[in-house]
C-alpha cells in the first residue's frame, strides 16, 4: 500500500517553542519533499532531501531544518517557532527526476 | 516572484460543461509539467502531466493543452462532475537551476462543480 504518513496531523504551539514534524513513506523512495501551503501561495518547497543525509535548500529554507537519518524517514524542524510559520505543511516523496510525486494528508501548525 | 501563474483563482460551472484552467510559466527551461488535483483536507495527487515536446495530452475527461511559444498551458475538463470540485495546482519543472526534482507550483484554482 503506497502511502505517505504525516505526524501529528494538527499542532499548536506557542511562539519560540520547538516544533517537530515527522514524515515516513512505505515506498523506498529516495527523494523526500517538504512544503507549506499558504491561502493565494500554492504549495512552496522549504527543504528536498535525495537520500539519507543528502538535504538541499529549497526556495524557502530559512526558519527551517530538516533531518533525514532513514530512507523512510524526513524530519521538518523548527527552532523557536515564529507565527508567521503558521501554515499547512505536506511532506511528498518520488522516485526522483519527473517521477510523480506522493503527497501525505498534511500537518496544520498554529503558532500563537 | 511567481514564476508559474494560474487564472482564474477561482471557477464554477455547472455538471457536463467543459471546464478550462489556465497555467502560463515565465522561465522557459521549464520542460515538464504536471497538473496536480486537491480535495479539501487531503495532500495532491497527480491528475495528468506533459512534457513540452507534446502540444497536447488527453486522459480521459482531462486534457492538458499547452502552447511554448506562448508559455501557457490549458486543463480542460469536460463533462464536469460535482466530483470534480477540488483545488487544481499547475506545476512546471526542469532546466539547470531547479533540475527535474524540483517542482514549482502556481498559486491554485479553486473549481466548483454544480450538479
Known amino acids: 500500500d503506497m502511502k505517505v504518513t504525516q505526524m501529528p496531523r494538527y499542532l499548536i504551539k506557542r511562539m519560540g517553542e520547538n516544533v517537530l514534524l515527522e514524515c515516513g513513506q512505505d515506498?523506498?523512495?529516495?527523494?523526500m519533499y517538504w512544503y507549506r501551503q499558504d491561502p493565494g501561495l500554492g504549495l512552496q518547497l522549504i527543504y528536498i532531501?535525495?537520500?539519507?543525509?543528502?538535504?538541499s535548500e529549497g526556495d524557502i529554507p530559512k526558519g527551517y531544518r530538516v533531518s533525514r537519518k532513514k530512507r523512510e524517514h524526513f524530519s521538518l524542524i523548527l527552532d523557536s517557532a515564529k507565527t508567521n510559520q503558521t501554515s499547512v505543511y505536506f511532506c511528498?516523496?518520488?522516485?526522483?527526476?519527473?517521477?510523480?510525486?506522493?503527497f501525505g494528508p498534511g500537518t496544520r501548525l498554529t503558532v500563537l | 516572484q511567481q514564476q508559474v501563474r494560474q487564472s482564474p483563482q477561482s471557477l464554477t460551472v455547472w455538471e457536463g460543461e467543459t471546464a478550462i484552467l489556465n497555467c502560463s510559466y515565465e522561465?522557459?527551461?521549464?520542460?515538464?509539467f504536471p497538473w496536480y488535483q486537491q480535495f479539501p483536507g487531503e495532500g495532491p495527487a497527480l491528475l495528468i502531466s506533459?512534457?513540452?515536446?507534446?502540444n497536447k495530452k488527453e486522459d480521459g475527461r482531462f486534457t492538458i493543452f499547452f502552447n511554448k511559444r506562448e508559455k501557457k498551458l490549458s486543463l480542460h475538463i469536460a463533462d464536469s462532475q460535482p466530483g470534480d470540485s477540488a483545488t487544481y495546482f499547475c506545476?512546471?519543472?526542469?532546466?539547470?537551476?531547479?533540475?527535474?526534482?524540483?517542482?514549482?507550483f502556481g498559486q491554485g484554482t479553486v473549481l466548483s462543480v454544480i450538479p
Open positions: 515506498m523506498s523512495h529516495e527523494t
Open positions: 532531501s535525495y537520500d539519507v543525509d543528502s538535504n
Open positions: 506533459i512534457l513540452s515536446v507534446s
Open positions: 506545476a512546471a519543472s526542469g532546466g539547470a537551476t531547479g533540475g527535474n526534482n524540483k517542482l514549482t
Open positions: 511528498a516523496s518520488s522516485l526522483g527526476g519527473r517521477a510523480e510525486q506522493f
Open positions: 522561465n522557459s527551461a521549464f520542460d515538464y
